[in-house]
């Protein structure tokens, strides 16, 4: 069956820098275009970066812009999330999940577009 496996959250103070890495088994990699969502207590599940088949095309959520970086390795089957400059509202737990959509996902930030998730990683930030 499926599985995304998430890795590398932890406990880290305002300002550090922490990796992400999901990793994939039980379906076709390269096919699905991947990304990672955030939820913190009481919120809802929030956009945080999306990485296309290619691997070329990325988007990001506007509260992450500019300090995070996703990438995928087709190989490894696995897609990181690299965060600099931690904030505490970064606060959450970050999830990875799978898109099986061909064309362009206009709806792309929709928790609802993805048909496979992990089963989450937190992710502390300390002011």
């Known amino acids: 069956q499926v599985q995304l496996v998430e890795s590398g959250g932890g406990l880290v103070q305002a300002g550090d820098s922490l990796r992400l890495s999901c990793a994939a088994s039980g379906l076709t990699f390269s096919s699905y275009a991947m990304g990672w969502f955030r939820q913190a207590p009481g919120k809802e599940r929030e956009f945080v970066a999306r990485v296309d088949r290619s691997g070329f095309g990325t988007l990001y959520g506007d509260s992450v812009r500019g300090r995070f970086t996703i990438a995928r390795d087709d190989a490894k089957k696995t897609v990181d999330l690299q965060m600099n400059s931690l904030k505490p509202e970064d606060t959450a737990v970050y999830y990875c999940?799978?898109?099986?959509?061909?064309?362009?996902?206009?709806?792309?930030?929709?928790?609802?577009?993805?048909?496979?998730w992990g089963q989450g990683t937190q992710v502390t930030v300390s002011s």
């Open positions: 999940a799978a898109d099986s959509t061909v064309t362009y996902n206009t709806y792309f930030y929709r928790p609802t577009e993805y048909e496979y």
